[in-house]
């Protein structure tokens, strides 16, 4: 089992840079894939982007590819989400989220823990 602490949120104009933290327990956090999903008010989850155990594999939705980037430090069991070029429609809760049954998904429901999210709010 592994639990998820997102870090990292906060208030930044358009076009400006966050760094999000997933911070996780556990001794075999490097055997999970994690996938960073955003909500958004009155709007459903969404896909984010995802990477594998080792790092080899990262996949991103079409709205943030280009600008958002995934990455991994398992010897700190942390994963990073880099977000440049904000826009105000990027404003939403982002979530980290892990399972150890999947390569590379872009499905809520494959994904077994959750952290408790972290808001980002982008000004125009």
């Known amino acids: 089992q592994v639990q998820l602490v997102e870090s990292g949120g906060g208030l930044v104009q358009s076009g400006g840079s966050l760094r999000l933290s997933c911070a996780a327990t556990g001794r075999t956090f490097s055997s999970y894939t994690v996938g960073w999903f955003r909500q958004a008010p009155g709007a459903e989850r969404e896909f984010v982007g995802t990477i594998w155990k080792n790092g080899e594999i990262t996949k991103y939705a079409g709205p943030v590819k280009g600008r958002f980037t995934i990455s991994r430090d398992n010897t700190k069991n942390t994963v990073y989400l880099q977000m440049n070029n904000l826009r105000p429609e990027d404003t939403a809760v982002y979530y980290c989220?892990?399972?150890?049954?999947?390569?590379?998904?872009?499905?809520?429901?494959?994904?077994?823990?959750w952290g408790q999210g972290t808001q980002v709010t982008v000004s125009s």
């Open positions: 989220a892990a399972s150890d049954r999947i390569i590379a998904s872009s499905r809520s429901y494959d994904y077994s823990y």
